[in-house]
């Protein structure tokens, strides 16, 4: 029998071990390395998303508490019970602004679709972001509803508790350009929700850029 059988056999087998280990941890490494370039893709897309929701909320709810409307905007205004011309024409703003509101479902869509994303990958703190921006539009529809209920009711008598309650809602709806600015507590809701969604999502997409902005200049010589 061969003495060195035995022995070349077990080199062979421990360097066929050490080659699939070296594989094995070289393959564990890549894989580590693309999940991580995976998860800061995700991070970059939802925070681009993000800010974007951001921006547009601007314009999406300037729109929505624009306070001029026009007699087109509830022209399909569902008839109520004992309805008069006049009693339309008290309630179609608030109409109007619950059909701005539904105009931009696809805008509240998204919001609903990216909040969970952002909640997962910036945490869950983040969660109280959205909520400015659910709440501001909730203002928004409460009252219109209840000031269209109440412009088709025969006007009477409010006391001071009513009159303040109502005229909280108007500033509600309606973005009256700084009149009584106390009592602007949507606006506040959308400007709190843009600025702490830029804050933590500008710097994601600002590093992605400032990463691959390509360099025109080379260092001399």
């Known amino acids: 029998m061969d003495p060195w059988a035995f022995g070349w056999t077990q080199v062979f087998t421990l360097v066929g071990f050490g080659i699939t280990i070296t594989i094995a941890i070289g393959g564990f490494r890549s894989f580590e390395r693309w999940r991580r370039e995976k998860l800061e893709e995700r991070r970059i897309e939802t925070a ?40 339309r024409s008290r309630r179609g703003p608030y109409y ?45 529809e409460v009252a219109a509803q209840m000031l269209a209920h109440r412009a088709s ?31 602007d507590r949507v606006g506040r809701l959308l400007t709190e929700f843009v600025s702490e969604t830029i ?9 992605q850029y400032r990463r691959n902005k390509p360099r025109w200049w080379r260092p001399k010589s």
């Open 48 to 87: 681009f998303e993000a800010l974007t929701i951001a921006h547009e909320t601007k314009f999406i709810f300037g729109n929505i508490r624009s306070p001029l409307t026009e007699g087109y905007e509830w022209a399909d205004m569902p008839a109520w019970e004992n309805d008069t011309e006049d009693r």
């Open 96 to 140: 109007a602004s619950i059909k701005r509101i539904n105009a931009n479902a696809k805008f509240f869509e998204r919001v609903w679709a990216v909040q969970p994303r952002c909640m997962a990958l910036f945490g869950a703190s983040v969660e109280h972001t959205f909520l400015k921006l659910h709440q501001a539009r909730r203002y928004i």
């Open 153 to 183: 009711a025969e006007y009477g008598t409010d006391n001071e508790q009513l009159q303040n309650l109502y005229e909280q809602m108007r500033q509600d709806i309606w973005d009256l350009g700084g009149v009584q600015p106390e009592l």
């Open 199 to 207: 804050s933590f999502a500008e710097p994601v997409v600002a590093h």
